[in-house]
Antibody, heavy 121, light 110 residues
Framework: EVQLVESGGVVIQPGGSLRLSCAAS????????MHWVRHAPGKTLEWVSL????????KYADSVKGRFTISRDNSKNSLYLEMNSLRTEDTAFYFC??????????????WGQGTLVTVSS | QSALTQPASVSGSPGQSITISCTGTSSDVGGYNYVSWYQQHPGKAPKLMIYDVNNRPSGVSNRFSGFKSGNTASLTISGLQAEDEADYYC??????????FGGGTKLTVL
């Protein structure tokens, strides 16, 4: 059974930094592109970032480019999101998500339960 | 990276069919057969219902079906049931090798 468990969400002041983690199990983590998607309360889902199976390719939404960094450690079956210069508009549930087929990032099949990041003074 | 356009809400009575549209551009929906649909109940993670325009994952009811024409994709739910009441989101692969989501549609079963 695929399991994705996010952690690291907290209440943090604007301008602060935070690192989210996602522990994966139930599949061969090192073969799959992984994504971060966020959902702000009352708003729509927003794709945030992806990283290829080997970490060689990363992509970011314009809204987080230059502030967020995605990374992975295949030896630990873990995905990370380093978040810097946080803004109030970054407040959201952050979901770790698995690509549906190996190597490709064209769609997502499994999602974690999310971790809440609140940016507030 | 503009969001795909979905109606804010749709409704239907038990047993009826409803269709939710998802409109994008030739750089996303129209350019690739990688449209997915997700169901999200309050406080829960999204669940994949349709992938690659019209394919159902194992375990998803055949009451759910997908279609695409040009830059618009659609999700049809037939034989509406109370448990179908949820938010539904479309997503598409985009030319920038990223994903884009729709604004979400709240389905109310009357």
């Amino acid at each position: 059974e695929v399991q994705l468990v996010e952690s690291g969400g907290v209440v943090i002041q604007p301008g602060g930094s935070l690192r989210l983690s996602c522990a994966a199990s139930g599949f061969t983590f090192g073969e799959y592109t992984m994504h971060w998607v966020r959902h702000a309360p009352g708003k729509t889902l927003e794709w945030v970032s992806l990283i290829s199976w080997d970490g060689g390719v990363t992509k970011y939404a314009d809204s987080v480019k230059g502030r967020f960094t995605i990374s992975r450690d295949n030896s630990k079956n873990s995905l990370y999101l380093e978040m810097n210069s946080l803004r109030t508009e970054d407040t959201a549930f952050y979901f770790c998500a698995k690509a549906r087929i190996p190597v490709s990032g064209t769609s997502i099949d499994y999602w974690g339960q999310g971790t809440l990041v609140t940016v507030s003074s | 990276q503009s969001a795909l356009t979905q109606p804010a809400s749709v409704s239907g009575s038990p047993g009826q069919s409803i269709t939710i549209s998802c409109t994008g551009t030739s750089s996303d929906v129209g350019g690739y057969n990688y449209v997915s649909w997700y169901q999200q109940h309050p406080g829960k993670a999204p669940k994949l219902m349709i992938y690659d325009v019209n394919n159902r994952p194992s375990g998803v009811s055949n009451r759910f079906s997908g279609f695409k024409s040009g830059n618009t994709a659609s999700l049809t739910i037939s034989g509406l049931q109370a448990e179908d009441e949820a938010d539904y989101y479309c997503s598409s692969y985009a030319s920038s090798s990223t994903l884009v989501f729709g604004g979400g549609t709240k389905l109310t079963v009357l």
